[in-house]
C-alpha cells in the first residue's frame, strides 16, 4: 500500500478556498487517489476519488498532475460546517484502508 | 447513499464480560469491514469479511474477537472477554460498487469499565 504524506494542521476562515495537498509518492499504477472527511465521533465519509488530472463532485475538487507523485483537495468557500479530518489514501481496489493521521482543518468564522 | 446502521450507538461493559456490536440491516451486499477508533487515535483496520468469510484480518483481531453474519443480514463483531484497551468507537463499513469507496457506520462507542 503506497504511504501518503499530508499536513498534521490547517486553518482557514468561512468563505475562503482551501487546499490540502499530498504526496504519494510511490503510487502504483493501478491505484486511485481517494479522500475521505471524519468528524469526531462519526464514521469516515467518502469524499471524491481520482486517477488523474481533475475530478470535481458537489462537495470538493481533486487536481492530480501528470506524474501522480501528489494530489490536492479543493474545498471551495468553506464553512464552519467543513471543520473536520481530512485523509488522503492510495486505493487499489475492494480492500481495507489503511488511515494516517489525516489533516485536521480547522474554520474560523 | 445506502447507508450503513450499528447497534447499540454506545454500549458500556464490565471488563471480562462478552459484547456484541451489530451492523444492521444488510442485504445484498457482500463485502464488509470492522475498523476501531481509539479516543484521539488513528482508525485501524480489524477485519474484513467476503461472501460470510474473514478474507482479512489484523494483529489487533486476536482470539478474543470473532465476526459472523448468523441470519444472512447482521453482520456482527463479538469480543469474547473485553479489556479496558478495548474502549473505542467500532464502525462496521460495506464496501462500494463505483469507486471502490468504503460506506461506514455511525459507530458503535465501547466503553469497557
Known amino acids: 500500500l503506497a504511504k501518503t504524506t499530508q499536513p498534521i494542521s490547517m486553518d482557514s476562515y468561512e468563505g475562503q478556498e482551501v487546499n490540502i495537498t499530498c504526496s504519494h509518492n510511490?503510487?502504483?499504477?493501478?491505484?486511485?487517489i481517494t479522500w475521505y472527511q471524519q468528524f469526531p465521533s462519526q464514521g469516515p465519509r467518502f469524499i471524491i476519488q481520482g486517477y488523474k488530472t481533475k475530478v470535481t463532485n458537489e462537495v470538493a475538487s481533486l487536481f492530480i498532475p501528470a506524474d501522480r507523485k501528489s494530489s490536492t483537495l479543493s474545498l471551495p468557500r468553506v464553512s464552519l460546517s467543513d471543520t473536520a479530518v481530512y485523509y488522503c489514501?492510495?486505493?487499489?481496489?475492494?480492500?481495507?484502508?489503511?488511515f494516517g493521521s489525516g489533516t485536521r482543518l480547522s474554520i474560523r468564522p | 447513499e445506502p447507508e450503513v446502521t450499528q447497534t447499540p450507538s454506545h454500549q458500556v461493559t464490565q471488563m471480562g464480560q462478552e459484547v456484541i456490536l451489530r451492523c444492521v440491516p444488510i442485504s445484498n451486499h457482500l463485502y464488509f469491514y470492522w475498523y476501531r477508533q481509539i479516543l484521539g487515535q488513528k482508525v485501524e483496520f480489524l477485519v474484513s469479511f467476503y461472501n460470510n468469510e474473514i478474507s482479512e484480518k489484523s494483529e489487533i483481531f486476536d482470539d478474543q474477537f470473532s465476526v459472523e453474519r448468523p441470519d444472512g443480514s447482521n453482520f456482527t463483531l463479538k469480543i469474547r472477554s473485553t479489556k479496558l484497551e478495548d474502549s473505542a468507537m467500532y464502525f462496521c463499513a460495506r464496501q462500494g460498487e463505483e469507486y471502490n469507496e468504503q460506506f461506514f457506520g455511525p459507530g458503535t462507542r465501547l466503553t469497557v469499565l
Open positions: 510511490n503510487i502504483a499504477t493501478n491505484d486511485y
Open positions: 489514501l492510495v486505493v487499489g481496489g475492494a480492500s481495507k484502508i489503511i
